[in-house]
């Protein structure tokens, strides 16, 4: 059974830092490419990041030089440090795992990811 389990998300002002970890388990995670997915309140998912089996990263325009994924193979473990966070950026952020083969072609797009955790809230004021 496929788990993705979020952990991390809190409450900041502007300017701070929050690190967002996602425990998996229940399929090969090394083989999988994964992203974080967030929505707020009113509008639709939006993938932030991603990361495929070789660590190769692509990040969404909003975020770029300011969010990083990373992931831990060997713990089966996401992760996503979120600096000089912004109003802009509260929402709830899922973990997500693509399902190979894809092709080997990246995506930020929510429809793309087969399994999802069940998300951790982050709230940034002003």
């Known amino acids: 059974q496929v788990q993705l389990v979020e952990s991390g998300g809190g409450s900041v002002q502007t300017g701070g830092s929050l690190r967002l970890s996602c425990s998996t388990s229940?399929?090969?995670?090394?083989?999988?490419?994964m992203a974080w997915v967030r929505q707020a309140p009113g509008k639709e998912r939006e993938g932030v990041a991603t990361?495929?089996?070789?660590?190769?990263?692509k990040y969404a325009n909003s975020v770029q030089g300011r969010f990083t994924i990373s992931r831990d193979n060997a713990n089966n473990i996401l992760y996503l440090q979120m600096n000089n966070l912004n109003p802009e950026d509260t929402a709830m952020y899922y973990c997500?795992?693509?399902?190979?083969?894809?092709?080997?072609?990246?995506?930020?797009?929510?429809?793309?990811?087969?399994?999802w955790g069940q998300g951790t809230q982050v709230t940034v004021s002003s």
């Open positions: 990361i495929d089996e070789d660590g190769d990263t």
């Open positions: 997500a795992a693509r399902q190979p083969p894809y092709g080997g072609s990246w995506s930020l797009k929510a429809r793309d990811y087969n399994y």
């Open positions: 229940g399929y090969s995670y090394s083989r999988y490419c």
